[in-house]
């Protein structure tokens, strides 16, 4: 049906000059029973650019809602991580450096899986995981010049985008849910690795979590200290601990 489509797309648009393809999605259960569909908000039957592309995303895209170019991917000699998940942040990131412009095909194409128990977007498995999501954006991190390319403004929004989104979840995980399963020392490695690369990304990272009662930014007070056994944290969590007692 993919294929059916983009032949279709044949003649409303120079595919030559599209190296991607966004199309919508659904979400079904084991039953087949459809939860959720997404859709975006693309012109359609023609071709647009990537600041078009990136401005559309409250978020990043997901895997299933894009397909690239081959020779994209031989061109920037792309290998993805194997055996551990969350590696379709690197299918949605890596190859858009060399993306000129997209297709929107407004249809349903993918149906995607969700409910088994191990599925690693299942929350039981993702609090077991957020380390490895600190290790794939430190090697994001490291990439980095190569990730945005040269002069081209979207794409460094749009990766910019994904990497202070995931680094925000490390933050959220470690400092504000107290994750048993993610280290200290992964999320300094990831600290520090954000504030070698980009001022911009610390910017964008320092306000992810904000008590607006005490005026109190936790990733920033982190970084300082380089732990959360501050006296600010303590009392920050002593509060919190007395709201849920007296209810």
């Known amino acids: 049906a993919y294929i059916d489509e983009l032949s279709k797309a044949q003649g409303k648009a120079d595919l ?4 991607a393809v966004v199309s919508d999605y659904s979400i079904v259960d084991e039953s087949g029973v459809v939860s959720s569909s997404k859709k975006y908000p693309y012109p ?14 409250s978020f990043h895209i997901l895997h299933q809602g ?3 170019r081959r020779t994209i991917f031989d061109s920037i000699n792309y290998k993805q991580s194997e055996g551990c998940p969350y590696t379709d942040l690197e299918w949605v990131t890596y190859p858009m450096c060399k993306v000129r412009n997209l297709y929107y095909l407004n249809r349903s ?3 995607y899986l969700v409910g088994r128990a191990d599925q690693s977007v299942n929350p039981a498995n993702m609090a077991k995981g957020v380390g490895v999501i600190a290790k794939l954006m430190c090697c994001m991190l ?12 979207g794409v460094k929004e749009y990766v910019d985008k994904v990497i202070a989104a995931q680094v925000g979840l490390v933050y959220r995980s470690f400092l504000l849910e107290k994750n048993p399963h993610l280290k200290l020392a992964d999320v300094l490695t ?9 001022t911009q990304l610390v910017e964008m990272t320092d306000y992810v979590l904000h008590s607006h009662i005490f005026d109190f ?25 007395l709201r849920k007692t007296v209810g």
Request: avoid cysteine.
């Open 66 to 68: 894009i397909a690239f």
């Open 217 to 241: 930014h936790y990733v920033r007070e982190f970084r300082r200290a380089r732990t959360r056994k501050t006296l600010k944290f303590a009392l920050l969590d002593a509060y919190s601990w």
């Open 109 to 111: 194409v993918y149906r």
């Open 190 to 198: 990831l600290s520090d690795a954000v504030s070698k690369t980009s």
């Open 44 to 57: 359609t039957e023609k071709a647009f650019p990537v600041d078009e592309f990136q401005r559309a995303l």
């Open 16 to 19: 030559e000059e599209i190296d």
């Open 142 to 153: 490291s990439d980095y010049d190569a990730l945005v390319g040269t002069g081209r403004k």
